[in-house]
């Protein structure tokens, strides 16, 4: 198993930047890829980024240009840099580890998340 824990949300306020991180514990030598998805108040659950284990990552349209995600293997943690900073963008972020289950299937762990509010 894998336990993953997020910080740095908070209030900002539009154009500004904020760094998110998610610190990994447990089976993490066998995370396949890891990700940032955030949740608005009444919306779906969206991908934001997403890293693999080989480093290729891939953006939403909303997050491109904007939105860095990077991963720091001896810390065991994975980071999203948010800049330029829409009041859109307000929903909790979730960091996600996949771990592969089975050929062709993984299963997926989350964080608790942590709530960013772009309001000025």
């Known amino acids: 198993q894998v336990q993953l824990v997020e910080s740095g949300g908070g209030l900002v306020q539009p154009g500004g930047s904020l760094r998110l991180s998610c610190a990994a514990s447990?089976?993490?030598?066998?995370?396949?890829?890891s990700g940032w998805y955030r949740q608005a108040p009444g919306k779906q659950r969206e991908l934001v980024a997403s890293?693999?284990?080989?480093?290729?990552?891939n953006y939403a349209d909303s997050a491109k240009g904007r939105f860095t995600i990077s991963r720091d293997n001896a810390k065991n943690t994975v980071y999203l840099q948010m800049n330029s900073l829409k009041p859109e963008d307000t929903a909790v972020y979730y960091c996600?580890?996949?771990?592969?289950?089975?050929?062709?299937?993984?299963?997926?762990?989350w964080g608790q998340g942590t709530q960013v509010t772009v309001s000025s």
């Open positions: 890293i693999t284990n080989g480093g290729s990552t």
């Open positions: 447990g089976s993490t030598f066998r995370i396949a890829s």
């Open positions: 996600n580890a996949r771990l592969p289950a089975g050929v062709n299937s993984f299963v997926g762990y």
